[in-house]
């Protein structure tokens, strides 16, 4: 059976997620409780709604609790976000992923139940830190607070030199797990490839052994 999703709120973050999985043929039903906004899905989502989710009751009459996974992406509302979220909690939706505007939010949604907490203006913030750092860095991407991966174009002190005459392991820390050519990817390079300019390395690591390895060698 098809994955049934809902997205909760249809600003710039709820309406990017609701086009994106009508793209990909998903059933999604989009709530908000402002009539434009959902006037704007009406032909995106399967089913467009006016509802206020802090409201239980409309919740229930919705279904919510039949969808698979349900994303709360409520702005600047921050107490609407949690009251949302308990209730959904409350009535056992299976996944629950809640878009947090600060660290004291995600702590309390991660309290109160949320499956998942997603921070997409602060990550959006890293990863767009970390591309003007240097124009070789394509994309960032943190796996956990302490470890990221880095996706790098070959930079001139890389090209003509394999990963073992870089030795990046035992300089930096940090493993290169793949490398793009265009469309092609090679995931599991050998130590003795050379690099070459038209290369983008994968690589995962500690941030600050990360950071090294941008400073010296991208
Ligand atoms: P973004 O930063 O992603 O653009 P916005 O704050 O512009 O987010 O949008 C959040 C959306 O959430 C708005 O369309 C707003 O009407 C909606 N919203 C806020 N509170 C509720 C609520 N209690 N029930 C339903 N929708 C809500």
New binding site residues.
């Given amino acids: 059976m098809r994955k049934e999703f809902a997205v909760?709120?249809?600003?710039?973050?709820?309406?990017s997620i609701c086009q994106e999985l009508h793209k990909e043929g998903m059933e999604v039903l989009a709530?908000?409780?402002?009539e434009d906004?959902v006037n704007q899905f009406k032909h995106i989502a399967s089913h467009a709604v006016i509802?206020?989710?802090?409201d239980e009751t409309t919740l229930k009459e919705l279904g919510i609790k039949n969808i698979d996974h349900v994303i709360v992406?409520?702005?600047?509302?921050i107490q609407?976000s949690i009251l949302?979220t308990v209730v959904l909690v409350e009535l056992g939706v299976k996944k629950i992923t809640v878009?947090a505007q600060n660290d004291y939010h995600a702590k309390i949604l991660d309290k109160i139940g949320a499956h998942q907490v997603v921070h997409p203006e602060r990550d959006m913030g890293r990863r767009i830190a970390h591309s003007i750092i240097s124009n070789n860095i394509v994309d960032y991407l943190e796996l956990s607070d302490e470890h990221s991966i880095v996706e790098v174009k070959a930079g001139k002190k890389m090209i003509g030199k394999s990963i073992i005459d870089l030795d990046i392991r035992a300089k930096y820390g940090c493993t290169v797990v793949a490398i793009k050519q265009g469309s092609h990817i090679n995931v599991s390079p050998t130590p003795n490839d050379i690099l070459t300019e038209r290369d983008i390395l994968i690589v995962v690591g500690a941030d600050k052994d990360i950071a090294r390895f941008e400073r010296q060698l991208v």
């Fill in positions: 909760i709120g249809l600003g710039r973050f709820g309406g709530i908000d409780r402002d906004r509802a206020d989710s802090t992406a409520i702005g600047d509302n609407a949302t878009k």
